[in-house]
């Protein structure tokens, strides 16, 4: 807290005191100074110390499903291009893209990898962000800068500021509420309409019994 000084005779007041020792005026409010960005990083560390932490080398990624799907689709699409290549190196170079994609649909269905990591893409109306999974099914979203913490992965390079990914359970992150709120807005909007729907039909039917009057 910052000292205060009284207005009208600038005494300096402490700050469980809420009038001037020396006039007995009121009191100015009690000033509350925001931490700085080395005191908020040395909360974090702190808390940091207690979490979890997974080496990125020791981590095994899948592609995604998402990435799975616009592999097979690369696949017919790098098909197409190698029935129409018309040289020797053009045909060997779509021969070379298709070995990857191969691999990679092979490395994402293979039944070794279900003990990997893999992710997938969230999306809101306000957020489209990577949801990491873990082999226990576990989702993970990247923490905020001041949210706590609940598994750190390591860099996989050995450099003298390690700075690591900080992944928050996606059940406490932000995105979940978002999406707890979509659900309700959408909710109430399907509420809405439905009523309205009804009292369209209520006034068509009003309106057919007094022509017919």
Known sequence: ???????????????????????????????VSKQTKEEKSAERAKRDAKVPVIRGQNIHWIPSAFALR???DMVEELKRRLA????????????????????????A????????????????EQACIHVYISP???????????????LLIAPRTKSG???????????????????????QEQAVHTKRKKAKTVHRAKKRMLKKKHTLL
Request: proline share 7%.
């Open 136 to 150: 226990k099914r576990h989702r993970y979203a990247l923490a905020e800068r001041d949210a706590p913490a609940d």
């Open 70 to 72: 616009a592999s097979k």
């Open 161 to 183: 500021l390690q700075e690591f990914i900080r992944l928050q359970r996606f059940e406490k992150s932000p995105y979940a509420r978002m999406v707890k709120k979509e659900q």
């Open 1 to 31: 807290m910052l000292p205060r000084r009284c207005k009208k005779c600038r005494c300096y007041i402490a700050p469980h005191l809420t009038r001037c020792p020396r006039c007995n005026a009121v009191a100015p409010p009690v000033i």
């Open 84 to 107: 129409k290549a018309e040289t020797p190196r053009q045909r060997n170079g779509i021969r070379s893209e298709l070995r990857l994609v191969n691999a990679k649909i092979a490395r």
């Open 109 to 124: 269905t293979a039944s070794s990898d279900k003990h990997a990591w893999t992710t997938e893409l969230f999306r809101a």
